[in-house]
């Protein structure tokens, strides 16, 4: 388990997946009875952007900080605003240039109601997590495998909710096995919602499984990709996608507004481009 994410905290793939994260969770606000967010690779929860990690890779300068000092037209604020909002209250109250992971986009959004479950592997890194979030009572940590978790904790007892599986895909067969972890759960919990992040690196490995998940005969998956430069055989992380098992209703529509002004201020070059589409459902438009 080398991965450890406070090198990539703030880059364009936190943005595209942190932004959705913020629309669901809103989303499942629109009810009044309680949910629950499953974090299934959690992370440290907050992320220092003047750590040495953070300054060795600056990607946060190509991510949170393009978007920060973009133009935003008011349907993109609109659609932007949970998500940033969390990123500027955790910045005052920390009065130093961090950035919220998505534990921390989950705590800030949650209501009183809700609860959480945070996840995470790697011993330091669950260690620095609890030290982050025991205070706050609606959130339970633990240091285990997400994809054991990702089965073992659903369904919530609130019976609605989401679980984000967000790997850090260092091994090689990661793509089969968070396919393998999310169907186990999907068979327990039909009708959760769920989050599953993807790099784009590998045109094959990435078409294999979104070629997989469309044959999966789940009813409901909406695909948002954004790519900020064009996949090379040299295989560097050129975009990245989250899958959305029974996303919210209006979902699909706000993205197809979202992801074409964020490929705009996002893109680094030649090849960028954005997918919104459906692998099942909703007359599915994929072409993958
Ligand atoms: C991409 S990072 C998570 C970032 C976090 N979800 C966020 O958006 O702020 C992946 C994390 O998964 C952890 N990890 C790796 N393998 C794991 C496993 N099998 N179960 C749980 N956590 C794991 C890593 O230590 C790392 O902290």
Redesign the pocket.
């Known amino acids: ?1 080398n ?3 406070a090198y990539h ?1 703030g880059n364009f793939a ?1 943005v595209l ?2 932004a959705i994260l913020a629309l669901c969770i809103e989303h499942l606000k629109a009810k009044a009875t309680p949910f629950r967010v499953i ?6 929860g907050v992320y220092d952007l003047q750590s040495e990690a953070a300054q060795k890779t600056g990607e946060w300068h190509d991510g949170i900080e393009r978007l920060t000092k973009a133009d935003m037209p008011a349907a993109i604020g609109g659609l932007l605003a949970p998500y940033l909002q969390c990123v500027d209250a955790l910045k005052a109250f920390k009065r130093r240039h961090v950035y919220p ?3 921390e986009i989950a705590r800030y959004l949650t209501r009183a109601e809700d609860r959480m479950i945070f ?4 011993p330091q ?1 669950a260690k620095k997590l609890a030290d982050v979030f025991s205070f706050d009572g609606r959130a339970k940590i633990l240091e ?4 054991v978790a990702a089965k073992a904790y659903v369904p919530p007892k609130e019976r609605r909710g989401l679980v ?1 599986i ?3 895909y260092e091994e090689r067969d990661e793509f089969s096995t968070m396919f393998a972890a999310f169907v186990d759960a999907y068979r327990k919990w039909p009708t959760g919602m769920y989050l599953l992040w993807y790099p784009v690196k590998n045109r094959e490995e990435t078409k294999r499984f979104l070629v997989q998940l469309a044959e999966a005969g789940i009813p409901k998956i909406l695909r948002g990709e954004l790519r900020v430069k064009a996949v090379t055989e040299l295989g560097g992380l050129a975009g990245s996608g989250l899958i959305i098992v029974n996303p919210p209703w209006k979902l699909a529509d706000e993205l197809r507004v979202l992801l074409p002004w964020l490929d705009g201020v996002l893109q680094q070059g030649e090849g960028h481009g954005w997918n919104v589409d459906w692998l099942a459902g909703e007359s599915q438009s994929s072409s993958v």
């Not at 996840?119 to 790697?122: F, P, S």
């Open positions: 388990m991965y450890r994410h905290a936190d997946k942190h974090d299934t690779h959690a992370g440290i992971g998505s534990p996840v995470e592997k790697h890194d285990l495998d997400g994809y984000i967000d790997p850090p």
